[in-house]
């Protein structure tokens, strides 16, 4: 099982203008390359009958400015001028359906520990992508191995920041699982309590409870998680963040992964210890069933996580250089 084929599009969005795919390049001595001095999101855009619409658009560019916040970089644009750039490169990109990654990054200016003097650029692009954990994973679920890296100790790398040298960590997780032939890996906390996926947050059912690790255990704090409790809650579905030790993954009655790339998985296994007796068990049937229905609009959307495209999306104010023609 590989990751999905990355579709090219025309155009990515580059500090205040839309550039070529190509062209969409930085210098090798940008800090970021050096130390992954990053911050990124990824959020996706859905096919619906009103045109496409982006889930949870705010939350995700909320999220992104509060990593930066720790880690000391402010772009030079605003929450807002973020979420209208996505908009209009979605609808630039004629995209239907896609995954949408904003990363800001400390630029070219010293390869010094002090990044003060580099500047803070931000970049977004958006694709087609499919299901990252294969296309199949949510109806067939995925094999999963409790990995032998742990998750970021609390007081090394903030969980929180959705930072790109954090990945370095779920590089480690990923590769261990697939040279041993499984799909992806979950990691423990610190302390030895279940913690993440590489790319997901987890959740176990226990005589019909859903369960899920809470923010002290070193997750992200993932809004498909948070998804997942709500819709969960309204269905009638008792749910608790708590600790979970790692031999409640062997006995559980189900076991689902769950991000905005790989959605709502199911686990087969873990460690080659089969999970419940069906895949995908019945919460994890009903909870994919309910955000599907959801994301694609055909549920009432009273929360208003959706985010319709229509035309024409404002010009936003913060576009200071003149766009290049395609090549
Ligand atoms: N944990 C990690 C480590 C992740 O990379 C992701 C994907 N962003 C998640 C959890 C899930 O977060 P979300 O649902 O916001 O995509």
């Keep these: 099982m590989g990751n999905p084929i990355m579709m090219r599009t025309p155009w990515i969005w580059m500090d205040g203008q839309f550039v070529p795919w190509e062209k969409a390049q930085l210098h090798v001595l940008s800090h970021v390359v050096h130390y992954g001095s990053s911050i990124f999101e990824g959020l996706r855009c859905y096919a619906t009958e009103d045109g496409p619409a982006i889930f949870r658009l705010e939350d995700h560019v909320r999220r992104l400015f509060r990593s930066c916040r720790i880690y000391r970089m402010e772009p030079e644009v605003t929450p807002p001028e973020v979420q209208d750039a996505i ?45 990252y954990l294969g296309e199949d994973s949510a109806r067939t679920g995925v094999d999963i191995k ?8 609390p007081d090394t790398l903030p969980a929180v920041a959705k930072a790109g040298a954090n990945y370095m960590n779920s590089q480690l997780m990923k590769l261990e699982a697939l040279d041993n032939g499984y799909a992806e890996a979950v990691a423990l906390d610190v302390d030895g309590f279940v913690s993440e996926g590489s790319g997901e947050n987890i959740f176990i059912v226990v005589d019909d409870v859903l369960y899920t690790p809470p923010w002290d255990s070193s997750v992200l704090i993932g809004i498909t998680r948070d998804s997942v409790m709500k819709l969960a809650r309204d269905v009638g579905i008792e749910v608790q963040e708590r600790r979970i030790p790692r031999e409640l993954l062997y006995v559980a009655d189900e076991v689902f992964l ?29 909870i994919q069933h309910r955000f ?17 495209l229509h035309l024409p999306v404002p010009i936003a104010a913060f576009c200071p250089v003149p766009e290049i023609a395609p090549c």
């Design 292 to 308: 599907d229905e959801l994301v694609h609009g055909r549920i009432d959307d009273r929360r208003g996580w959706l985010h319709h």
């Design 87 to 131: 908009c209009r490169l979605i609808l630039r990109n004629g995209l239907e359906s896609a995954y949408i990654r904003p990363v800001v990054y400390r630029g070219l200016g010293t390869l010094g520990l002090d990044p003060r003097a580099c500047p803070i650029q931000i970049a977004i692009a958006a694709w087609s992508w499919g299901r």
């Design 258 to 286: 769950c991000g905005t790339a790989a959605e709502i998985v199911p686990v087969r296994s873990v460690d080659h210890v089969r999970v419940g007796t069906v895949v995908p068990g019945p919460v994890t049937g009903l």
């Design 146 to 153: 409790i990995s032998s890296w742990r998750r970021l100790a």
